[in-house]
């Protein structure tokens, strides 16, 4: 059975950066798209980038292009979120997961990570 663990999130001031890492157990990650979603206190979960199996194409919401870039190394089957330019509104639980389609809604995605917080001070 896949497990898909987050780790690299804590405490950022506003302006600066940080990578989010995602470790994927098990065979076919390769064969995967993988998502990063997030999910602010009392706000639903909502997409933030996507990235096909073999890297070669990537999809974001509105309010982080240009800010954040996700890419993917299935060598060592992880998957990576490098947040720069951050804001206080970046706040939230970060999540990654695995779907078989080009998919933004959380529910085309069979595999969830824990999660890893991200807090943004001004």
């Known amino acids: 059975q896949v497990q898909l663990v987050e780790s690299g999130g804590g405490l950022v001031q506003a302006g600066n950066s940080r990578r989010l890492s995602c470790a994927a157990s098990?065979?076919?990650?390769?064969?995967?798209?993988m998502g990063w979603f997030r999910q602010a206190p009392g706000k639903e979960r909502e997409f933030v980038a996507l990235i096909s199996a073999n890297g070669g194409t990537t999809h974001y919401t509105d309010s982080v292009e240009g800010r954040f870039t996700i890419s993917r190394d299935n060598a060592k089957n992880t998957v990576y979120l490098q947040m720069n330019s951050l804001k206080p509104e970046d706040t939230a639980v970060y999540y990654c997961a695995r779907t078989r389609g080009w998919h933004i809604d959380p529910r085309e995605y069979d595999t969830w990570g824990q999660g890893t917080q991200v807090t943004v001070s001004p």
């Open positions: 098990g065979r076919f990650f390769s064969g995967y798209n």
